[in-house]
């Protein structure tokens, strides 16, 4: 790399530790740590819950998408918006209402203690599994661009990333991410802007070739609605669910919205997430169409489109400063995930009972846990932002019925919760093999849930019930 990019990454990767260490100063207890205190703007949780969720697989995969194919991914965060109105309505009020530090203190509240514990776990594995794919593409997108090892970029991001968490907490992961948001839009922005000054075509032309060639269908109404995940009805509902659970049930994204002071804020903040994200996508999108035009649709390494042309076309400054948006898109993924989860760690698996400096300790074992997942994943022929997806879909079906349940007044037996939570996830597997699309696993996952619970749950009172009334 020129000087000037190195420069650049220096410089960005210092001010994320200086940041962290000044604002590390703030923290008194584990209610700052983990929740800023609940004094979080609504419009810095806002664009948190977009860096987080959107990561560095917007930089890796989305672009990749438009260049190999067309815009119908945006069909999925269409979706997102309603999920994320669905949440606002179900879901956080009952947070609010019962002031929890944790989402899943509600199911211990519902169902015990024990309920509580296996959700949190599931939303454990379920996190370092997912953000061990980000990590990942991170680590293949630096790797291209700095000719780094693989190994060598996946340590740096974490060891920085871990440095900046466990020094200033909640508090400053949120206010990174919205400048890191901001750095990797731009990013973003700047690759379009560079490609329309560069191309020997006007905006109409361009949009005439990307038209002709068919990059700029968005509604997909051909395929199979069962089996294709980009058909309009399954991608659709499929965004709905998906952003239903992830925001609803995921407390790396809920942690954001709690942070905020009241439930207005929250709302504010969620619901005006999904429409950032859906701008942010069309941008990464358009971006991807115009690099296809630019390279003359080159073949490239699948996922890496982005990438090649940074390193390829890109000049020196401008190549620093997407790299640091690149870093920006995963830092702020990577250190949602470790506050959330040594968060519920804290609450969930140990009551509550953890220091300020236990909590931090417990936030770098987590680190070392996602660097450690990372450096295990290992690329395929699949994009890496659907494997990541894919993952969530797994689990989050099971998290969400049992969300639903707690919502109903109905006493239910702890055996047959944990059959239905665990049978969903389960049920996937199945799905899997029969080729369902993807997007499809949350609803069927949810809704086998709700059927296993109901069905099982009368058998098991009525066995418990005789072998009370059987003498010993």
């Keep these: 790399m020129h000087a000037a990019d190195i420069a650049i990454i220096v410089f960005f990767l210092a001010g994320n530790i200086l940041l962290g260490l000044w604002q590390g100063k703030s923290n008194k207890n584990t209610g700052d740590y983990f929740l800023g205190g609940h004094k979080l703007p609504w419009i810095v949780a806002m664009l948190s819950i977009v860096a987080t969720e959107t990561s560095v697989l917007t930089f890796v995969s989305v672009p990749g998408l438009a260049y190999r194919g067309d815009w119908t991914f945006l069909q999925l965060p269409l979706g997102y918006i309603f ?91 949120v206010w990174l991410d919205s ?98 994200v859906f701008l942010q996508f069309m941008i990464f999108l358009l971006a991807g169409s115009l690099i296809y035009l630019f390279m003359h ?91 990541g997806l894919e993952i969530a879909s797994f689990t989050y079906g099971g998290l969400l019925g049992l969300f639903l349940l707690s919502k109903t007044k109905k006493h239910f037996q702890t055996a047959s919760l944990a059959v239905g939570l665990l049978a969903s996830m389960g049920i996937v597997f199945v799905l899997k093999h029969f080729g369902i699309a993807w997007t499809w696993y949350i609803l069927l996952s949810v809704i086998f849930n709700l059927l296993i619970v109901f069905s099982l749950d009368p058998l098991i009172g009525r066995l418990r019930k005789q072998s009370k009334e059987t003498p010993d």
Aim: include cysteine; proline fraction near 2%; hydrophobic fraction near 50%.
């Design 83 to 173: 999920g994320r109105v669905l949440v606002s309505v179900f879901l956080l009020p009952v947070y609010f209402k019962n002031g929890v530090s944790s989402i899943y203190e509600i199911i211990g509240s519902r169902f015990g203690t024990g309920m509580q514990k296996l959700a949190s776990v599931v939303f454990l594995v379920t996190r370092i599994l997912g953000d061990g794919v980000r990590f990942l593409a991170t680590g293949v997108v630096v790797q291209v661009v700095t000719g780094w090892s693989l190994p060598l970029s996946v340590l740096i991001i974490g060891l920085v990333t871990l440095v900046y968490t466990i020094s200033g907490g909640l508090k400053t992961v």
């Design 297 to 387: 649709g080159a073949t490239t390494v699948k996922d890496r489109e982005f990438a090649t042309f940074i390193v390829d076309y890109l000049p020196s400054g401008l190549k620093g400063l997407l790299l640091a948006g690149i870093l920006s898109a995963a830092m702020s993924t990577i250190a949602s995930s470790i506050n959330s989860l040594a968060a519920s760690t804290v609450t969930d698996l140990m009551g509550g009972r953890a220091s300020l400096n236990l909590s931090r300790i417990i936030s770098a074992a987590w680190a070392a846990v996602l660097i450690g997942i990372a450096l295990l994943f290992d690329e395929n022929d699949k994009a890496i932002i659907m494997v």
């Design 179 to 276: 400048i890191q948001f901001g750095l990797y839009l731009l990013g973003g922005i700047i690759t379009i802007v560079f490609i329309v000054l560069n191309l020997e075509a006007s905006p109409q032309e361009i949009y005439s070739a990307l038209a002709a060639s068919g990059k700029l269908t968005v509604l997909n109404t051909k395929g199979s609605l069962l089996f294709d995940p980009m058909t309009f009805g399954s991608a659709f509902i499929g965004g709905i669910f998906l952003s239903f659970a992830s925001h609803g049930i995921d407390y790396m994204m809920v942690q954001r919205v709690l942070g905020c002071s009241d439930l207005g804020s929250a709302r504010k903040a969620l619901i005006g997430s999904g429409l950032f």
